[in-house]
């Protein structure tokens, strides 16, 4: 008889209880003919052939990848450039690039925390940013979502010198924005820093596209600001933007900077296209707010279970997991892929179709995914037992 691997037996077993759970996650090859309202192009610039000129034009400049880490010799005059641009649209001193948006916030998180640091988190952050958190090794609390009392009252009863508050700019499963005037008077109240994670709000908000901190609020309200370039700018990787000791104490001793090859330099090209075009084009802006604006009065007079975010992320709050499912289903049949978000990214009983919009959305792309929701809708009222 063959020793059973325990190994094997335990790999097995979570996969039976998360299939049990019906939380089994599949990828999707996504056909070019389907409807996108999953991804997070906002501004529909990964598809701007401008872009992908100047990705091509990057690599047959600078070769396809860095080569090395940016302390060895990865570290190229594209990167320098794309790290000048961002620090000036964000208004801040200097930037520093990281590979993904996932290794930004655990390397800030690693470089300034350890166990002598208290670190207060928004309820619903990214999980990158507790992850990060949990790798610092610094006492962590959290608040409750976008409750600046909740917050100031653990900052007031916390022993620590050093205090770290932490928000997404939006929160990426909710399209809420975080109330950045309120986190700025309760930290520093506290002598506590504040580090924004503005992945979702880099290139949709703001007047020159900055995100909800950019420019409006300096290092000196929010010393540590975090944006993603995968998402609006449409490339791929990520920044942190503060002050010139900031970062230069990430340089030193964020691991996942320093260990690590540099950013593909033809990736710095393309971002810095974009960069240019969205400062210079607002109106991908304005045709992203247009689109928002008509998809939320056109499902709210559907009677569809909306939720009361402003940004291209629109939650459709379904509650039970296989009615997620169902619906998603239904969709992903007439070609038309929306994310179906089940905890544990989202809390328990908060199940949803997590919806956006892009500026490349026209507007029949939108009335047919609202006729395929309002078919969603009628089918579950013609089937009662099955909801």
């Known amino acids: 008889m063959p020793v059973s691997d325990p190994w094997q037996q335990r790999l097995t077993?979570?996969?039976?209880?998360?299939?049990?759970?019906?939380?089994?996650?599949?990828?999707?090859?996504?056909?070019?003919?389907?409807?996108?309202?999953?991804?997070?192009?906002?501004?529909?610039?990964?598809?701007?052939?401008?872009?992908?000129?100047a990705q091509a034009a990057g690599a047959?400049?600078?070769?396809?990848?860095?080569?090395?880490?940016?302390?060895?010799?990865?570290h190229l005059a594209?990167?320098?450039?794309?790290?000048?641009?961002?620090?000036?649209?964000t208004g801040r001193e200097r930037a520093l690039l990281f590979s993904t948006g996932y290794m930004a916030n655990l390397g800030v998180l690693q470089a300034?925390?350890?166990?002598?640091?208290?670190?207060?988190?928004?309820?619903?952050?990214?999980?990158?940013?507790?992850?990060?958190?949990?790798?610092?090794?610094?006492?962590s609390r959290r608040f409750h979502h976008r409750d600046t009392s909740d917050l100031e009252n653990l900052l007031g009863r916390s022993e620590c010198a050093h205090k770290l508050v932490v928000s997404d700019g939006v929160f990426s499963m909710d399209g809420d924005v975080a109330?950045?005037?309120?986190?700025?008077?309760?930290?520093?109240?506290?002598?506590?820093?504040?580090?924004?994670?503005?992945?979702?709000?880099?290139?949709?908000l703001g007047d020159n596209g900055s995100g909800c901190v950019g420019s409006v609020w300096n290092s000196t309200e929010?010393?540590?600001?975090?944006?993603?370039?995968?998402?609006?700018?449409?490339?791929?990787?990520?920044?942190?933007?503060?002050?010139?000791?900031?970062?230069g104490h990430l340089i030193q001793f964020s691991r996942s900077y320093i260990y690590t090859t540099a950013q593909p330099p033809a990736i710095a090209a393309a971002t810095l296209k974009a960069l240019e075009i969205v400062q210079g084009e607002p109106e991908h802006r304005a045709q992203l707010n247009a689109n928002i604006a008509y998809f939320r009065r056109e499902a709210l007079r559907l009677g569809l279970p909306l939720s009361t975010s402003a940004t291209p992320i629109q939650p459709l709050i379904l509650a039970d997991e296989a009615r997620t499912l169902r619906?998603?289903?239904?969709?992903?049949?007439?070609?038309?892929?929306?994310?179906?978000?089940?905890?544990?990214?989202?809390?328990?009983?908060?199940?949803?179709?997590?919806?956006?919009?892009?500026?490349?959305?026209?507007?029949?792309?939108?009335?047919?995914?609202?006729?395929?929701?309002?078919q969603c809708r009628h089918h579950e009222a013609l089937c009662s037992p099955c909801v």
């Open 327 to 374: 619906w998603a289903g239904q969709l992903q049949k007439r070609a038309i892929h929306v994310g179906a978000i089940r905890p544990p990214t989202v809390p328990k009983g908060e199940a949803r179709l997590r919806i956006t919009l892009s500026a490349r959305h026209q507007r029949g792309d939108i009335d047919q995914l609202l006729a395929a929701l309002d």
């Open 179 to 204: 109330d950045i005037a309120s986190l700025v008077t309760v930290s520093q109240r506290h002598s506590a820093w504040l580090m924004v994670d503005d992945a979702h709000g880099v290139g949709v």
């Open 13 to 53: 077993a979570a996969r039976a209880n998360r299939q049990l759970a019906q939380r089994w996650r599949t990828r999707q090859v996504v056909a070019n003919s389907t409807l996108d309202f999953a991804g997070n192009d906002y501004l529909g610039l990964a598809q701007d052939p401008r872009i992908s000129e």
């Open 78 to 89: 594209v990167h320098d450039a794309l790290e000048d641009a961002l620090a000036r649209w």
């Open 112 to 139: 300034l925390a350890d166990r002598h640091t208290a670190i207060f988190h928004d309820r619903l952050n990214h999980a990158s940013l507790i992850d990060g958190a949990t790798l610092s090794g610094a006492r």
């Open 60 to 74: 047959r400049l600078y070769g396809a990848g860095a080569g090395a880490s940016h302390l060895v010799s990865g």
């Open 222 to 247: 929010v010393p540590i600001l975090v944006g993603t370039l995968g998402k609006a700018l449409g490339t791929a990787g990520a920044f942190v933007a503060g002050d010139a000791e900031l970062i």
